[in-house]
Nanobody
Framework: VQLVESGGGLVQAGGSLRLSCVVSGSIFSIKTMGWYRQAPGKQRELVASSTGTGGRTNYLDSVKGRFTISRDNAKNTVYLQMNSLKPEDTAVYYC???????????????WGQGTQVTVSS
């Protein structure tokens, strides 16, 4: 099982980026998918998450109204649309998913390799 992220890059303040994360491999179901970020010298923090097929969402306060998480369950993909980016959004962004990988109803957490987002002022 792999989580592969894409879409990071360098953007000016006020710009937009869209991150994508695809889950590949043999899985039975996905419970929660989310995005975390880690800036230099700081702890990793949850940016946004989406739980269940209904897609109940949760956001870090500082990104509410600017970032939108969405899922395409048919493609095992989660997206993070980031608008009105600020220099303080600069970080490595990691995809995270709780996956059922066997027929037993237990979920394990998997991480992507991270993608750099840099916002210049």
């Amino acid at each position: 099982v792999q989580l592969v992220e894409s879409g990071g890059g360098l953007v000016q303040a006020g710009g937009s980026l869209r991150l994508s994360c695809v889950v590949s491999g043999s899985i039975f179901s996905i419970k929660t998918m989310g995005w975390y970020r880690q800036a230099p010298g700081k702890q990793r923090e949850l940016v946004a998450s989406s739980t269940g097929t209904g897609g109940r969402t949760n956001y870090l306060d500082s990104v509410k109204g600017r970032f939108t998480i969405s899922r395409d369950n048919a493609k095992n993909t989660v997206y993070l649309q980031m608008n009105s980016l600020k220099p303080e959004d600069t970080a490595v962004y990691y995809c995270n998913a709780d996956l059922q990988v066997t027929r037993y109803p237990r979920y394990f957490t998997y991480w992507g390799q991270g993608t750099q987002v840099t916002v210049s002022s």
